[in-house]
């Protein structure tokens, strides 16, 4: 998604980490970088010419809080928020809402993604097609909401032919379901026929949402269509689909943050499940190449008790410390994707990819090996020397080369554990604050 923006930020990102020092010229070639990728992502020039000004003048003039190169990423990361994102919250509640757009946009298949969003989270989603002029449009609604177990509801269902009655009866049908999504017909601009459908449908059943689905590769002209249907039917959120076929998604994204109405949902792709909630400061994370900072806090909140990850990364990290953290590991899932999830994460960081490849029989093979040991040596594996060494891998029943690997391994996560503890600042996690600029220095 997005991927040429983001390739760009990254690539300015990573040029201020490596920079020695902040000054005026490092800033002049941030800002002008920012200029080319958001130009091409079809960001209004005004406006990118706007943020490129703020850019400027507060990595220049702003008091420093953090060190200078984490001064001008939060600036950036701030300034990004501040032009792509506008987002709208859909509550978890029971509701209508009621799906609307230009032909093509991607309503149907949305409404089918809405589904089984709500399903997710635990309610129980029910959809009406009132497209009744395409006679494909029904059968495509319903395949999608066959696949997701999803009741459905169209003029066969009833045997009415206008889409008022339709609509009614699906409502009536439906009334124990929590949340009704209806599919309404596109047309190819904004017409007074369209608009008078989708008022009536509106009158009628009074959806609490009126959701407007926009293709992300109009780009700028986001903020036109959205601005329109707005005035004609009173907009409540807005979902911005194919953000995965565009270079334009971040046009379309700032053009909508610059009107009234917010952004929902992101389509990223045909598949139903290829579907999110538009959090500006996760997006703009991500395009950063910072990693999803939040999702990482939530999945480490689950699954990792804080204090023993205080007390391991404050300790000296013992091979005994090195099990119960891999297990701890295990449990938050696969280890590289909550290294890519880390600040910054995106980024090459050198670590080697056996890093990543703990199996859980490597894991039984690494327990026995250190029942093999004496309490000293696990507490203090410097004094392993080789009749150790030979010691440890004939009671383990394991190669010499297994031991050391276990050795290599430990080392390895010791250096990763100590430089991300290294960093500023205590928060919940406190490897998450003070980002890993340390890190990365550490590991290159
Ligand atoms: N790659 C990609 N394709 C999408 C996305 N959303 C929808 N599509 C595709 O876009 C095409 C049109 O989507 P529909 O959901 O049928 O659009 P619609 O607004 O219902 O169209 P009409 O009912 O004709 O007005 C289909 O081929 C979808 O598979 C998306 O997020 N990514
Ligand atoms: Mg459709």
Same mark, same amino acid.
């Given at each position: 998604?997005?991927?040429?923006?983001?390739?760009?930020?990254?690539?300015?990102?990573?040029?201020?980490?490596?920079?020695?020092?902040?000054?005026?010229?490092?800033?002049?070639?941030?800002?002008?970088?920012?200029?080319?990728?958001?130009?091409?992502?079809?960001?209004?020039?005004?406006?990118?010419?706007?943020?490129?000004?703020?850019?400027?003048?507060?990595?220049?003039?702003?008091?420093?809080?953090?060190? !200078?190169?984490?001064?001008?990423?939060?600036?950036?990361?701030?300034?990004?928020?501040?032009?792509?994102?506008?987002?709208?919250?859909?509550?978890?509640?029971?509701?209508?809402?009621?799906?609307?757009?230009?032909?093509?946009?991607?309503?149907?298949?949305?409404?089918?993604?809405?589904?089984?969003?709500?399903?997710?989270?635990?309610?129980? !989603?029910?959809?009406?097609?009132?497209?009744?002029?395409? !006679?494909?449009?029904?059968?495509?609604?319903?395949?999608?909401?066959?696949?997701?177990?999803?009741?459905?509801?169209?003029?066969?269902?009833?045997?009415?032919?206008?889409?008022?009655?339709?609509?009614?009866?699906?409502?009536?049908?439906?009334?124990?379901?929590?949340?009704?999504?209806?599919?309404?017909?596109?047309?190819?601009?904004?017409?007074?026929?369209?608009?008078?459908?989708?008022?009536?449908?509106?009158?009628?059943?009074?959806?609490?949402?009126?959701?407007?689905?926009?293709?992300?590769?109009?780009?700028?002209?986001?903020?036109?269509?959205?601005?329109?249907?707005?005035?004609?039917?009173?907009?409540?959120?807005?979902?911005?689909?194919?953000?995965?076929?565009?270079?334009?998604?971040?046009?379309?994204?700032?053009?909508?943050?610059?009107?009234?109405?917010?952004?929902?949902?992101?389509?990223?792709?045909?598949?139903?499940?290829?579907?999110?909630?538009?959090?500006?400061?996760?997006?703009?994370?991500?395009?950063?190449?910072?990693?999803?900072?939040?999702?990482?806090?939530?999945?480490?909140?689950?699954?990792?008790?804080?204090?023993?990850?205080?007390?391991?990364?404050?300790?000296?990290?013992?091979?005994?410390?090195?099990?119960?953290?891999?297990?701890?590991?295990?449990?938050?899932?696969?280890?590289?994707?909550?290294?890519?999830?880390?600040?910054?994460?995106?980024?090459?960081?050198?670590?080697?990819?056996?890093?990543?490849?703990?199996?859980?029989?490597?894991?039984?093979?690494?327990?026995?090996?250190?029942?093999?040991?004496?309490?000293?040596?696990?507490?203090?594996?410097?004094?392993?020397?080789?009749?150790?060494?030979?010691?440890?891998?004939?009671?383990?029943?394991?190669?010499?080369?297994?031991?050391?690997?276990?050795?290599?391994?430990?080392?390895?996560?010791?250096?990763?554990?100590?430089?991300?503890?290294?960093?500023?600042?205590?928060?919940?996690?406190?490897?998450?604050?003070?980002?890993?600029?340390?890190?990365?220095?550490?590991?290159?």
């Amino acid at each position: 998604m997005l991927d040429n923006l983001s390739s760009a930020l990254k690539k300015s990102v990573k040029k201020i980490v490596a920079s020695k020092r902040i000054d005026k010229r490092t800033v002049d070639e941030l800002v002008k970088d920012l200029q080319r990728a958001l130009i091409q992502a079809d960001v209004r020039i005004s406006l990118v010419k706007e943020l490129s000004n703020r850019v400027r003048e507060r990595a220049l003039t702003e008091k420093l809080v953090l060190n !200078p190169r984490e001064h001008v990423i939060k600036i950036l990361y701030e300034e990004l928020i501040g032009i792509l994102g506008k987002s709208v919250d859909i509550p978890l509640v029971p509701q209508k809402i009621m799906m609307v757009g230009l032909n093509g946009s991607g309503k149907t298949s949305s409404c089918a993604k809405l589904a089984r969003y709500f399903q997710k989270k635990g309610l129980k !989603p029910a959809v009406i097609c009132a497209d009744i002029y395409r !006679p494909a449009a029904s059968d495509q609604l319903k395949q999608l909401c066959a696949r997701i177990n999803v009741p459905f509801f169209d003029s066969n269902s009833c045997g009415q032919k206008d889409v008022i009655e339709i609509v009614k009866a699906g409502v009536k049908e439906f009334s124990r379901y929590d949340v009704l999504i209806i599919d309404t017909a596109g047309r190819h601009a904004l017409e007074s026929d369209m608009i008078d459908e989708i008022r009536r449908i509106g009158a009628e059943i009074n959806p609490e949402q009126r959701l407007l689905v926009l293709d992300a590769s109009i780009g700028q002209q986001a903020s036109v269509q959205a601005k329109a249907f707005d005035e004609a039917i009173g907009i409540t959120g807005i979902i911005i689909t194919k953000m995965d076929g565009t270079a334009k998604g971040g046009g379309a994204l700032s053009a909508v943050a610059e009107t009234d109405s917010g952004i929902a949902f992101l389509g990223t792709g045909e598949r139903v499940e290829d579907f999110e909630r538009f959090e500006p400061d996760r997006f703009v994370s991500r395009l950063l190449g910072m990693g999803d900072i939040k999702s990482l806090i939530e999945i480490a909140d689950e699954s990792l008790d804080k204090d023993e990850i205080e007390t391991t990364l404050k300790g000296k990290f013992t091979l005994n410390d090195l099990y119960a953290q891999l297990e701890a590991l295990r449990k938050m899932g696969p280890f590289k994707k909550l290294m890519q999830m880390l600040p910054l994460g995106g980024m090459d960081l050198n670590i080697d990819d056996n890093v990543y490849q703990v199996t859980e029989d490597k894991l039984k093979r690494f327990r026995v090996i250190m029942d093999s040991m004496t309490q000293e040596e696990r507490n203090e594996p410097k004094i392993i020397d080789g009749s150790r060494l030979r010691r440890i891998a004939i009671g383990a029943g394991a190669s010499t080369a297994e031991v050391n690997e276990l050795l290599k391994y430990h080392r390895m996560m010791q250096k990763l554990l100590k430089s991300l503890s290294s960093g500023r600042g205590r928060g919940k996690i406190p490897m998450l604050r003070g980002m890993p600029l340390k890190m990365m220095k550490n590991l290159k």
